[in-house]
């Protein structure tokens, strides 16, 4: 969910009256949205960089409030009040229309084939006459920012550019040419580049970098150019100099290039209806409608939600019109969400569905919940370990190889903790033990969980087992305690001690465990498991001191 | 008990006086360790109120090993005296003796000795004076026979400097009689035994009173994991509301299941690397029922089933990528798949409890693993008002009076339910949240490793209490 901050004070202007935070909060509920937090620039800047940066920051009130990720209108002040006078009946819904220069023909943004190869998509559109002062303007410009970062996808499906209309001539061109070929002055440089050395340039700058990556290994770059000549923009990095846009500028040419043309449109919207208010003539835009079989008081609901809706006095039908601020209505059922918001969530009466089912465990996890309970009264702690480990964990550590250990390895971990999913569930317990040694001894932990294993059988190429594992930690090794667990377990699982039908334990070679220390363990002919005195190397690399013994085996073959 | 002789000569000596005796006077007159003496003292203070001891302590001198030598054989510096006879010696012999050296110097500084350095055969030392007197044996001796008194402060400091002397501290008892002094004590009992009961001698013995204010010993158990413990009242409650457990053991999941079938689109920021495990090996996913997938297809990218869809271009390379699952809805999505599939739809109740994997920056209540919570109720015509009651019947089986925030609700999308093939008029409600949060606020802990993972404290483990009532309290 994107957070929206916004200035209280000016918030509450533009609504036209206070509210108590508690007041506010629960308009923000019924709305369906949430106010997260209420807090201050100097707030912010003293928990991430301390108080002494934050002296001199500003006190102003900031309400910062959760809205739904598709309702990409609601992301701006504009956009937030709009939405919430409507609601409380304090406005009509608007209604965007269209409107032609009164002069001249409109506005043409030419796209060439170039572009193909690169960024294929561009939209435009004009903001006429619109009066900017310092806080529209900021918003203006965090709008786009919020659009860039969510919808837009760190600008690689849109990028948005906004230019003063009145210091370029159209029509405009939108081309892809080598980078060597573009040279321009960036916004706010004084000098001309080229886009080779702007790419470079760049390399080092904290916000524009994380964007280079989009179009660096192209052959060609997309730009944008007016009739002269004057280049607009090098979508995603960067606009000119020249175009850039101030509080004075009083016409808005608004272009957005991308790679999916349906997000360009949607953001397109977003910019031009929020702001359209703005505009002497406010609210301009096309609109498109489609209609909905429902009740007819529901049509003053939707209407609240910004949705103009009508009966149409043909049966229950009613139509209901989408304005472009409200690309998230792709269905039906959202334009029934909100009717459901509008009439609030809690003046729905609570019905029981009549739906009768007999409930099932699911049997493996019915046979870990019996098999935990008497692990625990037989003496044995419950631990829980990550599923996610590193890969020393599991091989380096245990005396393995990484290779054989049949593990589904994670392509983009941040740290070397969650390099693979785990395959055994004895480094988790010796991890556990190693960080509560000033517990007394003996410890004696056990866990039932999933590990996983790749396994060409299934769709994925992996699949879970289900393990159980149990350590011994003391002066002595105790493998007698263990065995003795193992016996109790096979006890409650109903499996006798003998070859064949029954279980029984065979010597094994395993490099976790001390030579002569370890054995198979067999249930009617087939291995499921091992128990033994772990090897000294295994005991010092988890950093543990004293002799260990462990067991693990898999229960699903006792289901 | 302590030495019988020694409490019975104790409590002799107690009878004798009037005010009382110190323990530390008792042992050096009768010449045993101080110790034996206190041990005499605990185990009468254990048998009632035959004598009454009050501590004390006292600074006072002792010799140290050195100390002790010099009091005995003199001063290294006087023994260096002594050892010179009328002829000289020469200082290579001197050197050799084991007090030579310190003694030397000090000896030197006293101007009791002199050295002929010109002395043919090497230095040679002679006497300058008739005779000495060893003040520092004189000193240590004083301090030995308890003088110590007439030695002056700066006196001590010095021999202390010389790490001749030392000063120690001493815990005494002043021992008085108590209320039922006696010199006769009859040995108590400490415990009942077999024998006791055997012969019936136990009515002649007097018993050891307990000390009722100690703790008694921790029994000898194994516990479950205060997580796994709410997870398995999660359970009964489900199981008591008639939903059957949904099989959940499969943490690798396809995008596809992951994130298409639920009518995620391919862009979305949940499937960015940012926030979701990708898979190296393996890296792809193979074999999904193929009309579905065209299906599904379909609906993302031109719409279908009353949608518009997102209208891009989708594709397979996406949805082939294998995950750590972000959510058990992809086991849903499965199911109810598998549900679809059916000859004739049967309402069903669905929940499940397992990991599932964010790849999340990691905070004191945030992990990149954890439990999530899901029931699913799917049936015809299932409206917002069943969403409502059902939930409202589940938090009140956990014991929530007030609603918080712990999880989110609603109605799956038809664009995600029609593909599967479900029926027009079948509706699918769902709700989900995670076990962790709750059991933090059911046990009041603020950092999530404090309770899962390695790093949890098994002293928690241990001292968790049963939950007899609501599964969580809010008031």
């Known amino acids: 969910m994107p957070t929206v901050g916004v200035k209280r004070d000016l918030l509450f202007k533009a609504l036209g009256r206070t509210y108590t935070d508690e007041e506010f909060d629960e308009l923000c509920f019924e709305f369906g949205l949430e106010l997260d937090e209420i807090t201050s620039e100097k707030e912010i800047i003293s928990r991430e960089q301390g108080d002494s940066k934050a002296s001199g920051a500003s006190d102003i009130i900031l309400y910062k409030i959760d809205v739904p990720a598709n309702r990409y209108d609601l992301l701006c002040l504009e956009g937030l009040v709009r939405g919430l006078q409507v609601f409380k009946n304090k406005l009509e819904a608007p209604r965007y229309r269209r409107v032609s220069p009164i002069s001249g023909e409109p506005q043409k943004l030419i796209i060439t084939k170039a572009t193909a190869a690169v960024r294929p998509h561009a939209v435009a559109a004009v903001l006429r006459n619109i009066t900017f002062t310092q806080e529209r303007y900021d918003s203006f410009i965090e709008l786009q920012e919020k659009l860039h970062q969510n919808i837009c996808r760190k600008r690689s499906l849109v990028a948005i550019g906004t230019h003063d209309l009145d210091t370029i001539s159209g029509p405009f061109t939108y081309t892809a040419k080598p980078p060597g070929d573009i040279c321009f002055k960036p916004l706010n440089q004084t000098k001309e580049y080229t886009a080779t050395q702007l790419m470079s340039l760049y390399k080092t700058d904290s916000h524009l970098r994380h964007y280079l990556h989009i179009i660096e290994d192209k052959p060609v770059y997309p730009v944008i150019y007016d009739s002269n000549g004057i280049v607009l923009s090098m979508p995603p990095i960067i606009n000119g100099d020249h175009s850039k846009i101030s509080l004075k500028t009083k016409n808005v040419f608004i272009e957005c290039t991308a790679t999916d043309v349906t997000k360009a449109k949607i953001v397109l919207d977003m910019m031009v209806t929020m702001f359209s208010e703005y505009c002497s003539q406010p609210f301009t835009l096309t609109i498109t409608g489609i209609s909905c079989q429902h009740f007819k008081k529901i049509a003053q609901l939707l209407t609240r939600m910004c949705l103009r809706s009508q009966a149409t006095g043909v049966g229950d039908e009613i139509e209901v019109e989408i304005p472009p601020t409200r690309s998230d209505v792709i269905h039906a059922c959202d334009i029934m969400e909100d009717a459901a918001i509008a009439y609030g969530f809690n003046n729905i009466t609570r019905t029981t569905p009549r739906t009768y089912t007999v409930a099932n465990q699911f049997p493996l996890n019915k046979l870990t919940e019996l098999l935990r309970q008497d692990l625990a009264a037989a003496g044995f702690t419950e631990a829980l370990n990550f599923a996610l480990c590193s890969q020393e964990d599991i091989a380096d550590k245990l005396g393995k190889k990484i290779s054989e250990t049949k593990a589904a390895h994670i392509s983009n971990p941040k740290t070397a903790e969650f390099q693979v999913a785990r395959t055994t569930l004895l480094p988790g317990l010796l991890k556990t033990i190693a960080a509560n040694r000033k517990m007394p001894l003996p410890l004696k932990l056990f866990e039932i969980s999933d590990v996983v294993l790749k396994d060409e059988t299934k769709d994925v190429g992996a699949s879970n087992s289900r393990r159980f594992c149990a350590v011994y930690y003391n002066k002595s090794p105790g493998f007698e305690v263990i065995h003795g667990l193992l016996d109790r377990t096979m006890q409650l699982l109903e499996v006798q001690p003998a070859c064949g039908e029954g279980y029984h334990i065979q010597a094994a070679d395993d490099s976790t465990f001390f030579p002569g220390r370890c054995a198979e363990i067999f249930v009617r002919g087939k291995s499921v498991g091992r128990l033994g005195v772990l090897h000294p190397d295994v005991i010092n690399r988890f950093e543990l001191t004293m002799p260990c013994s462990a067991l693990e085996m898999d229960i699903e073959p006792f289901l | ?475």
């Open chain 2, 1 to 475: 008990m302590a030495d019988a002789g020694v409490v019975e000569t104790l409590l002799r000596r107690i009878e004798k006086v009037d005010d009382g005796v110190d323990s530390l006077e008792v042992a050096n007159s009768l010449g045993v360790d101080h110790q034996v003496i206190v041990g005499a003292v605990k185990s009468l203070q254990s048998v009632g109120d035959v004598i009454s001891a009050e501590l004390r302590s006292s600074k006072h001198w002792e010799l140290t090993e050195e100390g002790m030598e010099i009091a005995e054989n003199g001063s290294h510096e006087a023994r260096v005296f002594s050892s010179i006879p009328l002829e000289g010696l020469a200082q290579s012999e001197l050197m050799k003796l084991s007090f030579g050296k310190i003694g030397f110097s000090k000896a030197m500084s006293s101007k009791w000795i002199r050295v002929d350095k010109t002395h043919e055969g090497g230095p040679r030392i002679f006497r300058t004076v008739e005779s000495i007197e060893d003040q520092v044996r004189e000193k240590l001796l004083l301090v030995q026979k308890g003088n110590t008194s007439q030695l002056e402060e700066k006196e001590k400091n010095e021999l202390k400097k010389r790490k001749l002397l030392s000063e120690v501290t001493v815990k005494t008892y002043w021992i008085t009689k108590g209320n039922s002094f006696s010199t006769t004590i009859t040995k108590q009992e400490t415990e009942l035994t077999p024998e006791m009961i055997a012969t019936g001698n136990w009515k002649e013995k007097k018993f050891k009173p307990y000390n009722f204010e100690a703790m008694g010993v921790a029994p000898d158990s194994g516990h479950l994991h205060p997580l796994m413990k709410v997870r398995t009242q999660f359970r009964q409650i489900f199981l008591e509301m008639g939903f059957t457990e949904m099989p959940t053991n499969n943490f690798i999941e396809s995008s596809f299941w992951n994130f298409d079938s639920l009518f995620q689109p391919q862009q979305h920021p949940a499937r960015d690397q940012h926030d979701t495990f990708f898979l190296s090996d393996p890296a792809l996913a193979h074999e999904f029922p193929q009309d579905y997938l065209e299906r599904v297809k379909k609906v993302h990218s031109e719409g279908g089933f009353g949608s518009q869809g997102y209208k891009y271009d989708w594709k397979i390379e996406e949805a082939q990528k294998n995950i750590l699952r972000t959510h058990t809805t992809a086991v849903s999505a499965r199911m109810l798949y598998k549900l679809a599939q059916q000859e004739k739809f049967t309402p069903v109740k669905y929940f499940s409890i397992d990991r599932v994997f964010r790849n999340e920056t990691l905070d004191a209540t945030h992990l990149a693993e954890f439990h999530q919570i899901e029931g699913v109720v799917a049936d015809y015509g299932l409206t917002l008002g069943d969403l409502m009651g059902i939930l409202h019947q589940f938090f009140t089986k956990l014991g929530l009076k007030k609603w918080v925030e712990v999880g989110n609700s609603g109605v799956f999308r038809p664009e995600m339910l029609l593909p599967m093939g479900l029926p027009e008029d079948v509706s699918v409600i769902a709700w989900g949240l995670s076990l962790e949060r709750p059991t933090m606020i059911k046990y009041g802990i603020n950092n999530i490793r404090e309770l899962v993972g390695h790093k949890v404290n098994l002293q928690m483990v241990l001292r968790q209490p049963h939950m007899s009532t609501g599964l969580l309290s809010f008031t």
